[in-house]
């Protein structure tokens, strides 16, 4: 009786990869239905996020009328505050979850090798839609993009000039103060692109912010098509490498949630060194300076194909003529980029515009901002510009000599690992730190990332979506003054959501790494000879 019913269970059970839960570790080898539960959980996490941010005064977002198609003020100032508690605990509840459910599901594939790629295209199809559907999230930048789209539509250049030079308009008003006047520092491509969007949306604000948003999918989803055979060509399983890298909460929130244009920027990337890496170097050149025509970091590629373009344990004398014919490949395409846009190279001489915010999460800004400080507080009349311009400069030196040396230092250490590290570090010792820039070297580090590595890149993935996130400050000042019972309630619900079990496959396993092997230069791989 019991065997008919189980029988009677199974046969009624819905079909398809994202319903259910299978135990893990009785599942046969082809069955992955044990990824149903996290599929769903992982969503619910996310919708969570987007109802939370989408509510009336929801600091996660743009309060400003106009700016999305629903939950924006009808006017300016007439703003409730009677979700806000709510819109806060949903937003870091679905935050928690969404940590938990990722992490698990490493541990997981970590644990059961050669997960078919389309059940994690499943979910990632799944875990898209309520960051589509919602307004752009914890950052503004996307309205300085159309901004900056418009002016090109209208012939304007934006190396030239701030979106205020177009006036008051639904284009310019929801643009951060502090971009106003300020010149663009990304490349023609991606102003390009940008301009066509603001034609093609017949200038609505809200078409060519939704078209960027798509534009931010279309990267994520070229390096969701590139990064299982650069995990392939480095002998490791595809499936954990997909999670890393486009299943990360990072990239989802910061990248496709905030509509960056970091996300074509790093799809690009990662195109042109897996093509590279498949013995197409001049293709993955030229793929790392279109990544490099949206913006300039990505033009460390370009430098690492060339320097690895011979293959491994080659004199640095014998690298310098293809570490120039790889640069004059990129500068030819970035002076077609440049003609064809008719912008010219106005970008390179704006590139330290974003250094304009002072963030205490930079840690050369940081020491700048804490020992100006120090000497005012000491009675030393010195200039908080001056001693900040010193202490970033130190952190670009520290940075660009850490990146001779793991250039220098790549046979041994892995051409891709020392790319990726050193785009962390000009990240880290930067001017300004900024969630979505993390993703520029997790991303290329998920493929060879062992160890205390794969560690890091779990932990910064985990942890990033929570840095200067907006809401933080609300979110004290509603505990403090709001009802007891309501305050109670919302920490109860948080603490459920960290402690509630999620099942069997999210189970602490001891996960064994795997051999280490030799790093293989991009030159080489298992599949290819030298270039």
């Not at 005064?57 to 309060?63: G, R, T, W």
Request: glycine share 12%; charged share 10%.
């Amino acid at each position: 009786m019991v065997l008919q019913a189980e029988v009677l269970r199974v046969r009624l059970a819905p079909p398809g990869v994202l319903a259910g839960n299978v135990d893990p570790d009785r599942a046969s080898a082809d069955d992955w239905g044990f990824l149903r539960r996290p599929a769903l959980i992982g969503f619910l996490a996310l919708v969570a996020i987007g109802v939370g941010a989408s509510l009336d005064s929801s600091p996660f977002k743009l309060e400003m009328p106009g700016t999305w198609f629903f939950g924006e003020p009808a006017q300016q100032g007439a703003t409730s505050t009677s979700f806000l508690l709510f819109g806060l605990v949903a937003v870091y509840g679905g935050l928690v979850l969404l940590a938990r459910v990722w992490y698990g599901m490493t541990r997981a594939l970590a644990r059961r090798p050669g997960a078919p790629i389309k059940h994690l295209w499943l979910i990632f199809g799944l875990w898209l839609l309520p960051v589509l559907v919602i307004a752009p999230i914890f950052s503004r930048d996307v309205f300085s993009y159309a901004a900056q789209g418009e002016m090109v539509s209208r012939h304007i250049n934006p190396y030239d000039y701030g979106p205020y030079t177009l006036g008051a308009g639904p284009y310019v008003n929801p643009v951060d103060s502090l971009w106003l006047n300020a010149p663009a520092p990304y490349g023609p491509l991606f102003l390009m692109i940008d301009g066509f969007f603001a034609s093609a949306s017949f200038h609505h604000m809200l078409v060519t912010v939704v078209l960027l948003r798509l534009l931010a999918v279309a990267g994520v989803v070229l390096i969701g098509v590139s990064i299982p055979s650069l995990a392939r060509s480095f002998g490791k399983d595809p499936g954990p490498i997909f999670l890393l890298a486009v299943l990360n909460p990072l990239v989802l929130l910061t990248l496709i949630g905030s509509a960056h244009n970091d996300a074509i920027m790093l799809g690009l990337l990662v195109a042109g060194v897996a093509v590279a890496r498949n013995r197409h170097p001049v293709l993955g050149i030229v793929l790392c300076a279109l990544a490099t025509a949206i913006k300039a970091p990505a033009g460390l590629g370009v430098l690492y194909l060339g320097w690895e373009w011979l293959g491994p344990n080659v004199p640095w004398r014998q690298r310098v003529r293809p570490v120039l014919t790889a640069g004059l490949i990129a500068l030819a395409v970035l002076a077609l980029c440049s003609a064809v846009s008719g912008l010219g190279w106005g970008w390179v001489a704006n590139l330290e515009t974003p250094g304009t915010v002072r963030s205490w999460l930079a840690p050369t800004t940081a020491l700048g901002l804490g020992t100006s400080g120090l000497f005012h507080t000491l009675g030393w009349q010195v200039s908080t510009s001056g001693v900040l311009s010193v202490a970033r400069v130190l952190g670009f030196a520290v940075a660009g000599a850490a990146g001779v040396y793991l250039l220098r230092a790549s046979d041994r250490i892995g051409g891709l690992k020392a790319l990726a590290i050193t785009l962390l570090l000009f990240v880290v010792l930067g001017p300004i730190v900024q969630q979505w820039y993390l993703t520029w070297g997790l991303v290329l580090l998920a493929p060879v990332a062992e160890g205390r590595w794969r560690s890091l890149v779990i932990a910064v993935s985990v942890l990033g979506p929570f840095l200067g996130l907006p809401g933080g400050r609300v979110l004290v000042d509603q505990l403090l003054h709001s009802d007891p019972i309501s305050v109670a309630l919302g920490l109860l619900g948080l603490l459920g959501v960290l402690l509630v079990p999620l099942g069997r496959w999210s189970a602490s396993w001891r996960w064994e790494p795997p051999e280490q092997q030799e790093p293989e230069s991009w030159g080489r791989s298992p599949r290819a000879a030298a270039y």
